[in-house]
């Protein structure tokens, strides 16, 4: 299990915002689930194929609005966005499912603002901590 301090993000890629080629109108419940999604404590552990993973996944949840509001419910689209919210730990339930744990932050803990960027990363995750995720996600990739 890796606990990660339970402070919003502000890391790199909690600046993305949903694309606008294409000109899509993104639907309110994907923006604000995209608000809560760039800012969770863990997303100090993605890389930037996680980020590309969960724009993916805005479109996804944009099309299974846009076919909702017109009528037409698609168990398959709602199956696998919820698959990937569950890869990407969006829930207390998936977060505990792939070994991740919010903890609170402790009084002497530095904030962002004071943190040394030598001794954190990103969402307050130690090095030896994400050490530690790169370590269960080779073994989980190896079988």
Known sequence: MIDI??????????DLDLPADGGIAWFPQVRAWWEQLRTMPHCGLWAKTDWLFA???AYLKQDFW????AGELHATKATEIRRREDQMG????????IGIRYVPPADDQPTDATADPADEVGDGASAASLQEAAERRRRLAAG
Do not use: H, M
């Not at 969006?90 to 499912?97: F, G, P, Q, Y």
């Open 66 to 69: 846009q076919s909702y509001f």
């Open 90 to 97: 969006v829930t207390r339930e998936a977060r505990r499912k």
């Open 55 to 57: 724009i993916e996944t």
């Open 5 to 14: 301090v339970d402070v919003p993000y502000t890391g790199p890629g909690s």
